[in-house]
């Protein structure tokens, strides 16, 4: 029993930190709602990122989601606007249909594939080389697809409603959507972390009453709230990925929690971000309503808090066991 | 990241099943915070003492088995999944003995733990007074130096279980010109003596739990100060993060609730309840992961620190939470209480919530502990 990551594990987490740091701050972000920032994935790529659960023979790392999860988690942080979650959730799909070529192009950024969120929409699909769905619980190829194009509340996502000839492959449809959700999971913890941050920080700064609002409990406690929330949600986010890098029985159900806790606590954050700010935090010019509309995304996103909840239900009620 | 446990943790595990399933009285116990229930809570601990199972984490030679944190966490989980009666020699084992090992002289260690770990010298907690809750460091109760030891004067409150032990542990003002923090000592004070008046206090459930302790003159040699005379607030603060963050309130314990409740779902089914039951469920398994983060991260050199009190926060809320979601189940039948021709599960879960909504409370209310949080982990301003 070891609940934590390796030393590598956090290099790579701190590598990727303080590159973001410097190559996405804020601002990149507030452009993307503007120009789509098509040059973050070749930045990911050379970082080795795009490929990282890419078997070698694909040009990959061959990794896992242990070693991903926490990068995901990063890019929640900058909110960075790119879409990792289809690309680490299609990687291992590609290598096991044998489209290797494909699968080391996505690796090198030069090619994207896109995943229709299932009943939902499918990002960038305009820009993708091919979009994979699952349609009745399998997966496959939507082939000659029409895309029409919406408009998301989030600038920097570009989602299409798209539809064609379904092409059956054979991979595991539970295993790729479950490696979505914890890749969605992971970028939520990330961005309730740099909410908390946001407004912990505002707290100490602005001051009413003669002193700064931090210092008032009402505000303490919203923002003690926020925090234990995120820190339970990590662990099962940490949990589900060592589940899905084991093929763990219960995999789809820790896969279900993390993104659970997750969602709820970005939900929770945001809205108590917001409340500590006061009217600042609801002007668009500020940045915190970049990182709570990613937030509102991913939470409904490949499986909202009802959909894995019920999901977890069917498995205690038939009786399952997770000791 | 490993998450399977070892093989001998296993075997651990199946040994601690085995003896719990063959050992665990068939018929519950009376509740352990009345008279009569209490000494046969007390017949229990004997026996578990016996078989070494009563403190798995401790040495050998004060009566344990040198367990790990992991193992003693798999020893929790499978005490609560056999249905084995409350330990009231919680707050010795759980919450005196860790402030004894770090800060106790060996004579002490010698003394005192192998008393306490079969069940022959049995405490209670005696930090609460009249004017001191919430505010600890505002104790009025003193202490006045006399040949040997000291001569003990005041008042505690809301001692639990202070009618049915042997000795109370608290702080006492040995400094009379010092304030707040300073000046305090922290003293094992034995009940069976002259100077001592205990009276039993009703709490909401009707058990005589809580108890409170008058002092008047009771002696307590030197050899029962524990961590050096006026060190009291430091003593009695250094355990205080564990308790919160991991022994007071195991995963095993909500890990069993859950499953009792999940039990009650299926044979009361209501939908609209559905998603709270797998809530409930799924509360308890992350308080487990939690937990293990914490003792990995404990293994590894860390410490739990002040993010224990957001520990306390989430088993205690969560306690809530699980407990209204049975009495919802219930619907007409949540009132009836044991005994009842139609009581439900005997009216625990009742009870069950009655002791929950104390969880704010004790251990250091929730806002006290979000107040912790605020200053020492987010470092917000005062
Ligand atoms: C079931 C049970 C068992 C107990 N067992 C024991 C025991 O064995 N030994 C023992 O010594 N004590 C015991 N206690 C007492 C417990 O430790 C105290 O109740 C607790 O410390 C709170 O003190 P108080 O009751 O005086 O409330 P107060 O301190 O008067 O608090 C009342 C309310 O004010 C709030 N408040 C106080 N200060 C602040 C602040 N700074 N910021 C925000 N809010 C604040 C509190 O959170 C609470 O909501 C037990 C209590 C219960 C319910």
Redesign the interface.
């Known amino acids: 029993m070891r609940f934590s990551f390796t030393e590598e594990q956090r290099q790579m987490r701190d590598a990727l930190r303080s590159s973001l740091t410097e190559s996405c701050p804020s601002g990149r972000v507030r452009a993307a709602w503007k120009t789509p920032d098509a040059a973050l994935r070749t930045e990911l790529a050379e970082q080795g990122i795009l490929a990282i659960n890419l078997p070698e023979d694909a040009g990959g790392l061959g990794l896992g989601a242990q070693d991903w999860v926490l990068l995901a988690e990063e890019l929640g942080l900058v909110a960075a606007p790119v879409n990792l979650i289809e690309t680490l959730a299609t990687n291992p799909t590609l290598a096991a249909i044998g489209a290797l070529d494909l699968a080391s192009q996505v690796g090198t950024g030069a090619e994207y594939v896109a995943l229709e969120e299932p009943g939902g929409y499918a990002l960038d699909a305009d820009k993708a080389a091919g979009i994979l769905a699952v349609r009745d619980g399998r997966v496959g190829w939507l082939r000659d697809a029409t895309l029409v194009a919406q408009t998301s509340v989030d600038g920097t996502r570009r989602p299409f409603k798209v539809d064609g000839r379904f092409e059956a492959v054979d991979a595991d449809a539970t295993e790729l959507l479950d490696r979505a959700a914890l890749a969605a999971a992971a970028e939520l913890v990330g961005l309730s972390r740099r909410m908390l941050d946001l407004a912990v920080e505002y707290s100490k700064s602005r001051r009413q009453f003669g002193k700064p609002i931090g210092s008032f409990q009402a505000v303490q406690h919203h923002l003690v709230d926020a925090l234990q929330r995120i820190a339970f949600a990590a662990p099962a986010v940490y949990r589900a990925a060592w589940s899905v890098d084991t093929n763990h029985p219960n995999r789809s159900v820790h896969v279900s929690m993390a993104k659970v806790y997750a969602s709820e606590a970005a939900l929770f954050t945001g809205r108590k971000a917001l409340q500590v700010h006061g009217a600042i935090g609801y002007t668009f010019e500020y940045d915190l309503h970049m990182w709570m509309k990613r937030a509102w995304t991913l939470s409904s996103a490949w499986g909202d808090v009802r959909h894995h909840t019920d999901r977890v239900g069917q498995f205690v009620m038939s009786g399952g066991q997770d000791a | ?6 093989d001998s ?1 296993k075997r651990f595990r199946d040994d601690a099943r085995a003896w719990l399933e063959a050992n665990v009285p068939r018929t519950p116990l009376k509740s352990g915070d009345s008279r009569e229930g209490f000494a046969e809570h007390v017949v229990w601990e004997k026996k578990l003492h016996a078989a070494r199972w009563s403190v798995v984490s401790w040495p050998a030679k004060y009566g344990g088995r040198d367990a790990s944190l ?1 193992e003693w966490l798999i020893f929790e ?1 499978e005490y609560y999944r056999s249905g084995a009666p409350i330990r009231v020699t919680q707050n010795g084992i759980f919450l005196l003995a860790p402030t004894i090992f770090e800060f106790g002289t060996e004579e002490q260690k010698e003394r005192i733990l192998p008393a306490m770990s079969s069940a022959e010298r049995l405490w209670a907690q005696a930090w609460s007074e009249p004017e001191a809750g919430s505010d600890l460091a505002s104790v009025r109760s003193h202490a006045e130096r006399v040949e040997g030891g000291w001569k003990v004067y005041g008042q505690k409150t809301w001692t639990t279980r202070g009618a049915f032990c042997d000795g109370i542990y608290g702080l006492f003002r040995t400094d009379p010109n010092s304030e707040r923090h300073k000046g305090l000592t922290y003293l094992l004070v034995d009940l069976n003596q002259p100077g001592v008046t205990v009276r039993p206090v009703e709490r909401i459930d009707g058990d005589e739990s809580f108890a409170e302790v008058f002092l008047d003159g009771a002696f307590v040699p030197d050899a029962n100060v524990l961590g050096g005379v006026n060190q009291g607030w430091k003593v009695a603060m250094s355990t205080t993060s564990s308790e919160r963050g991991l022994s007071l309130r195991s995963p095993g314990r909500f ?1 069993k609730a859950a499953d009792r409740l ?1 039990d009650l ?2 044979r009361r089914p209501d939908p609209g309840l ?2 709270r ?3 409930a ?2 509360d308890a ?3 487990r ?2 937990t ?2 914490t ?3 404990m ?2 050199g860390g410490e739990i620190g002040a ?1 224990s009190s ?1 520990n306390k ?2 088993w205690s809320e969560m306690d809530i939470r699980l407990t209204e979601t049975a009495l919802e189940l219930l619907g007409p039948d949540a009132e009836l209480l044991g005994g009842s021709p139609h009581a439900v599960d005997d009216g625990d879960w009742m009870l069950d919530f009655e002791f929950a909504l104390a969880g704010p409370i004790y251990a250091g209310t929730n ?1 006290v502990q ?2 912790i ?2 200053g020492r ?6």
Request: a negative charge; aromatic letters at 14%; charged letters at 30%.
């Open positions: 990241m490993d998450l399977e446990f070892s943790e992991v989980e890990m999940v779902y299926q559905r998603d039951v797998t809530r469920w799924m398994q992350l308080y992961l939690y293990f983060q003792v990995t991260r293994i590894e993010d957001l926060i989430f806002e979000r107040n949080v605020a982990v987010l470092d917000l301003p005062r």
